[in-house]
């Protein structure tokens, strides 16, 4: 493995650093259409357009570039959150406005990704270090999230352990959003929101 890896390039011009990001926005693509093991790196050389050679003088396998994807998706859906975010006024918006706002844009940025998603659900639970690089990429959200439901009304929260509070506000608004983005509801979506924007507005607020 070692020797493999010797030979993998680590793009240093303009050009190889283009053809890198071009066989990583290939590969995204393709695992959200098709799914990571229905795809190979044939096909992810074709997509980018690149030989199958160029291809692993980039990445030693089909699960390296899985990780630089990860990589990817974890800054693309933080770009998404902030791009939607810096929208609003903090100091004026309403609470339930807020929080739908949020939901909303987690909803939105998961449409891009919702195939790939699916695979990142398996190798979480199949790959150590898929998970660490999840489970750090959730921290993250966590912490995102409350930061911008504390922005202009602090002094209006209720919580006291705001640790906790990040971890239970996190993960209501995911599984939700999840169940939205990739599970049939006999629930309509709106409703769905609704509830989980009372719910959070009832927890977080005096």
Excluded at 39 to 57: P, Q, R
Excluded at 88 to 113: M, P, V
Excluded at 160 to 177: G, H, K, N, P, R
């Amino acid at each position: 493995m070692g020797e493999i890896e010797d030979k993998v390039r680590t793009p240093q011009q303009e050009r190889s650093i283009r053809t890198k990001e071009a066989i990583i926005k290939a590969a995204m693509k393709l695992f959200s259409d098709k799914g990571f093991h229905q795809t190979n790196t044939k096909e992810i050389a074709a997509a980018a357009g690149v030989s199958t050679g160029s291809f692993y003088s980039y990445f030693i396998d089909k699960r390296a570039i899985f990780i630089d994807v990860l990589h990817m998706y974890g800054d693309d859906l933080l770009a998404r959150i902030d791009a939607s975010m810096s929208e609003i006024d903090f100091e004026t918006i309403g609470r339930s406005e807020l929080i739908l706002h949020l939901i909303d844009t987690l909803l939105l940025s998961h449409k891009a990704f919702i195939g790939y998603h699916k695979d990142l659900s398996v190798m979480y639970h199949s790959d150590e270090v898929i998970k660490q690089l999840m489970d750090a990429q959730y921290e993250t959200g966590r912490l995102r999230t409350l930061k911008y439901l504390q922005m202009g009304q602090e002094e209006e929260m209720k919580f006291d352990d705001i640790e906790a509070a990040s971890v239970v506000v996190f993960e209501s608004v995911s599984a939700i959003v999840d169940v939205i983005s990739f599970s049939p509801q006999r629930i309509a979506v709106d409703r769905l929101k609704s509830e989980l924007v009372n719910m959070l507005v009832q927890y977080l607020y005096k």
